[in-house]
């Protein structure tokens, strides 16, 4: 039940690093767009790709820490209680991140525009890099199952910080990847070259941070890394040919495999990660079954999960298909 | 010593618990406003587009499109500060978490949902003007109503819980073993904080909404637009205010009961008795109420109906459980009931006026009244809280744990506190900004630019 309870967990991470993953490399690729002038086209596409689905994009964050806290409030607390530095620092990040969206439509003029604009576009740098030192810290088995570990050496590790990057990295791949799509659809030559040539360069940097990554597994998170390898070894296979297929995809122009193999790359990671700690939570010294909270508490979120599944999952599509679908382009 | 790493750590707990409570109630202030027009705004937004709709009524049309954009922007950030929210539960009170999240955190997942929902329906009515058929497009709307009372619900049964904690087994080491989830999420408090505070968010907005046109009255801007943008609201918030003053006194009546020191707290009762004085202002000190207005029996009355009725005092509560800062939470709920009960009078002039000429009443006081009612009322739902949270002192958990031994030993708390009064001072100021300068847009621009108007979750400028 533990386990069911870890793969919602696990699921909620999913959802969250590809949408909301793909808004921060939007935010990504907004700050790398140059000045002004330069920039507003690729500004105008990710502004337009991003608006609708973004608060829903965000929610996931919200439902990954209500998880956490509700069926593992043991290691909640002991994560909290460690990796408070880099949680912060991520917070801080989402505070100016929705506060630059929520405010940057409406200002007005060009400096007022660019402060809102540069402040939602650093930030999305900032957010995705602390969170992935927080999981580089868990994987590497950083965090006391009674928390309080160190304030900084748990996350100022080489293994911790190239994870960091490398959630940047990837943000930033998703994200050109998806923009590359839309581009597609819409049409618009220019910026499907402009995103093609972002989405290569993203994945490679990714590529390289995800070996780097393993290599700083091998000499920290030893059983991580050796589980990732065995059992996991599989999802690495599928991460990487995803990877590869996807740039195949890239270079041929397809439009309809390129997003879900972009996506599922992540995805593998994400789940041979879970894979490779299993049964630790907080490995090696919180296992799953140990850090659950009691079965009821456990069923009563299966329950709410499930009338998610019921109502949110088909008025998210909804949502989604209306900004994708021309429908809400004409007047009526 | 058997730990010689206890001291320090007590010491850290206690400068950190003072700095916690503040950035954890300034933090929640700030929310609780922009949750309120979460709760209340889509209502507003659908009683004016549906009188749109049905009387064919271009500004009541304006009206609705106005409102869902201002209210685009205070969800968008109303979601950043509610998210801060949530990690301040572990960076703050990590030991609240780790014990009773178990129990604590069920409401917070059907919250979770609720605003996963109004999120996206709040997109697709934003996304959805002009674009969808006039009818669906209402309709696409209906959602966000109910998700906003089904959140209000989860969160304030999460509060609730802790004022009337139920539906867990402590083992002999103090963790939780079993959960109710039905009893945690409907414990005693629930039937009457969750109407409440609904109410309150109703009030909150419907006031502030008409504050808003009634300063543009007594500017001179008499167009209908301005009437009916003072009148769509104030009428909503004069009907929730009766309702709100008897769930209110019933909410009193029943913290009596089941919570003895907050309501001892909150009318300065010393020793347990019958024939309890009601006192009005005034500063509380152990040997008596000083500078208050006094009522013999009234208080004893309204707990139970008759001037015999006992109601437990101060004296009653061991020292180390006495609520702090007892003056405090008097006058809180004093400035609380004396607010309603002037919007009370408010609405009554509404109504008397109303049934007599079918128009508002002429006077610039009347207007007058209504453009403070918006900030009376938030200082209202300020004092309601301050009330229900510092009146539960030294708890976090009624009964079960100290508010001390849930804190965090981390570092820097202070700081962080300084900081985030600096950064939501900041947010603030441009959120307030930003809708001024959206306003005086429409203004300017007159009928029909707030549908042009670019807003967070909507679509870009066709410019």
């Known amino acids: ?332 | 010593m058997a730990f010689p790493g206890a001291l320090p750590l007590a010491a850290s707990a206690t400068t950190n618990l003072f700095a916690a409570r503040e950035q954890m109630a300034f933090t929640l202030a700030f929310h609780i406003v922009l949750a309120c027009l979460g709760v209340a705004l889509p209502a507003t937004i659908l009683v004016a587009h549906y009188i749109g709709l049905k009387k064919n009524d271009h500004d009541a049309i304006e009206l609705a499109q106005r409102w869902a954009k201002a209210m685009a922007v205070t969800f968008a950030v109303g979601a950043v500060t509610g998210t801060v929210l949530s990690f301040e539960f572990g960076l703050l009170w990590p030991h609240f978490m780790e014990r009773f999240g178990a129990a604590f955190g069920i409401a917070f997942g059907i919250e979770g949902l609720f605003f996963f929902l109004e999120a996206i329906f709040l997109a697709i009515y934003i996304y959805g003007w002009k674009r969808l058929p006039p009818w669906l497009h209402f309709w696409s709307g209906v959602p966000m109503f109910v998700t906003g009372i089904g959140g209000a619900f989860s969160v304030v049964a999460a509060n609730s819980w802790m004022n009337q904690p139920q539906g867990f087994t402590l083992d002999a080491a103090g963790k939780v073993t079993e959960v109710e989830p039905l009893k945690v999420i409907f414990n005693p408090a629930t039937p009457y904080e969750v109407p409440h505070m609904i109410l309150a968010a109703y009030m909150v907005v419907g006031f502030l909404v008409a504050s808003i046109y009634a300063v543009g009255m007594l500017k001179g801007r008499r167009d209908r637009l301005h009437r009916l943008g003072l009148l769509i609201p104030l009428t909503i918030a004069c009907i929730a205010t009766p309702i709100q003053l008897f769930v209110g006194d019933t909410a009193a009546r029943a913290v009596a009961e089941d919570q003895p020191a907050k309501f001892a707290a909150m009318e300065c009762i010393q020793k347990t008795g019958g024939h309890q004085t009601e006192y009005i202002g005034g500063i509380c000190t152990s040997s008596g109420v000083k500078l208050a207005i006094p009522i013999p029996d009234l208080d004893s009355l309204l707990v139970g109906f008759s001037p015999n009725t006992k109601v437990t005092g101060l004296n009653e509560i061991p020292n180390d459980e006495r609520p702090p800062v007892n003056t405090f939470i008097h006058l809180a709920f004093d400035t609380m009931v004396g607010i309603g009960s002037g919007l009370l009078l408010l609405g009554l002039w509404l109504a008397y006026s109303w049934w007599k000429k079918r128009d508002i009443p002429h006077t610039p006081w009347f207007l007058k009244a209504v453009s403070v009612s918006g900030i009376g009322a938030i200082l209202a739902l300020w004092s309601g809280w301050i009330v229900t949270e510092v009146g539960r002192q030294p708890w976090i958990v009624n009964g079960y744990m100290k508010t001390s031994e849930a804190v965090t030993n981390a570092n820097g708390i202070w700081g962080a506190f300084i900081f985030t009064l600096l950064l939501y001072a900041a947010i603030g100021t441009i959120a307030i900004l930003v809708l001024r300068r959206m306003s005086k847009r429409w203004r300017e621009g007159g009928e029909g630019t707030a549908e042009d108007e670019p807003a967070p979750y909507g679509p870009e400028a066709t410019a």
């Open chain 1, 1 to 332: 039940m533990s386990t069911a309870a870890a793969v919602i967990l696990w699921t909620g991470a999913t959802f969250y690093a590809i949408f909301g993953g793909a808004d921060f490399g939007g935010g990504f690729w907004d700050l790398f767009a140059g000045n002004a002038e330069k920039g507003e086209r690729p500004r105008m596409t990710i502004q337009r790709s991003l608006t609708p689905v973004w608060e829903a994009n965000h929610v996931w964050l919200v439902f990954i820490l209500v998880v956490l806290w509700t069926a593992f409030p043991d290691a909640f607390s002991a994560i909290f209680t460690t990796l408070y530095v880099p949680l912060v620092l991520a917070v801080l990040g989402i505070v100016l991140r929705g506060s630059g969206f929520a405010f940057r439509k409406s200002v007005e003029g060009l400096q007022e525009r660019r402060a809102a604009g540069a402040t939602f576009a650093l930030s999305s740098i900032v957010t995705p890099f602390f969170m992935g030192t927080v999981v580089g810290a868990i994987a590497a088995g950083n965090v006391p199952a009674e928390g309080h570990g160190d304030a900084f050496s748990t996350w100022l590790q080489p293994l911790p910080l190239f994870i960091g990057a490398m959630f940047v990295a990837t943000s930033a791949y998703l994200a050109a990847v998806f923009l590359v799509g839309d581009s597609r659809r819409a049409e618009d030559r220019e910026m499907e070259v402009y995103f093609e040539k972002r989405a290569l360069g993203a994945g490679a940097v990714a590529g390289i941070f995800a070996v780097v990554g393993l290599v700083a597994l091998h000499s920290e998170g030893h059983y991580v890394y050796h589980h990732l390898m065995h059992e996991g070894l599989p999802l690495v296979i599928i991460s990487a040919v995803c990877g590869v297929g996807m740039l195949v995809v890239l270079a041929t122009g397809g439009r309809l495999l390129l997003r879900p193999l972009a996506a599922l790359a992540v995805v593998a990671v994400i789940w041979g990660w879970f894979v490779a700690q299993f049964p630790y939570l907080l490995p090696t010294s919180l296992k799953i079954s140990e850090a659950a909270a009691p079965d009821a508490t456990l069923s009563a979120i299966f329950v709410v999960f499930g009338i998610a599944c019921v109502l949110v999952l088909p008025a998210l599509f909804l949502l989604y298909f209306l900004a994708q679908s021309d429908y809400l382009e004409h007047d009526h």
